[in-house]
């Protein structure tokens, strides 16, 4: 069965340091990655995702994230926070191959900027 | 181009009562989702319809929730008989695109309070 796991609650940065919000996954074979955001008071938004090719993934406001089959993990980077920054984010899997449907979400990380 | 809306933004019922939720995905997208998110949690998956083909129920976690699609276009996610335990936000999503990469475009969910 496939899962993904945020394994923080809340992560804390001062603006203008560089961020990360971690994201592991367990699927069988390579999977389809992805990063949502959701700003207060409105619906998630798409900011990335993994398909193929470069491991290195560039998306939306700034953020990037790695894939590493290796240690099967896909981390949400930013090189300098912005307070409009803080939210709640979520990564998200989904099998390559299988039939299934689903997509499923992490329980989310919230990202707390200080000016 | 007008986003993923839903209706109500807001709904208070009493345990007991049958509440329905709308969701209007955007204009041409064939797939649609419905998600639970409860306070604290990531997202449940519910339900996902895919053009005419038989929608994928197996998120439902019983049997007072249903879910149609009229048209290919709007759909309504019911549930009978609530309890205080449905209460969570239920967020609709929709998608242009056929195949396990595409990303998911969110409504503004609808807040579910059961008394």
């Known amino acids: 069965a496939q899962s993904v796991a945020q394994p923080e609650d809340q992560v804390n940065v001062a603006e203008g340091n560089p961020l990360t919000v971690k994201c592991t996954y367990s699927?069988?074979?390579?999977?389809?990655l992805f990063w949502y955001v959701q700003y207060p008071n409105r619906g998630l938004q798409f900011l990335l995702k993994?398909?193929?090719?470069?491991?290195l993934v560039k998306g939306s406001y700034g953020f990037e994230a790695e894939f590493n089959k290796s240690q099967t993990s896909f981390h949400l980077k930013k090189p300098s926070a912005l307070v409009s920054d803080s939210a709640l984010y979520f990564c998200?899997?989904?099998?390559?191959?299988?039939?299934?449907?689903?997509?499923?979400f992490g329980s989310g990380t919230r990202l707390s900027i200080r000016p | 181009g007008a986003g993923v809306s839903q209706s109500p933004s807001n709904k208070v019922t009493e345990k007991g009562k049958d509440v329905e939720l709308r969701c209007d995905p955007i204009?041409?997208?064939?797939?649609l989702y419905w998600y639970r998110q409860s306070l604290g949690q990531g997202l449940e998956f519910l339900i996902y319809?895919?053009?005419?083909?038989?929608?994928?129920k197996s998120g439902l976690p019983s049997d007072r929730f249903s879910a149609e699609r009229t048209g290919g276009s709007v759909s309504t996610l019911t549930i009978q008989r609530t309890q205080q335990e449905d209460s969570a936000v239920y967020l609709c999503?929709?998608?242009?695109?056929?195949?396990?990469?595409?990303?998911?475009?969110f409504g503004p969910g609808t807040r579910l309070t059961v008394l």
């Open positions: 998200a899997v989904r099998e390559r191959y299988s039939s299934a449907s689903k997509i499923i």
């Open positions: 999503a929709s998608s242009g695109q056929t195949g396990f990469s595409a990303e998911q475009f």
């Open positions: 204009s041409g997208h064939t797939a």
């Open positions: 319809f895919q053009g005419n083909s038989a929608p994928d």
């Open positions: 993994y398909i193929t090719g470069d491991n």
């Open positions: 699927v069988s074979g390579n999977p389809y």
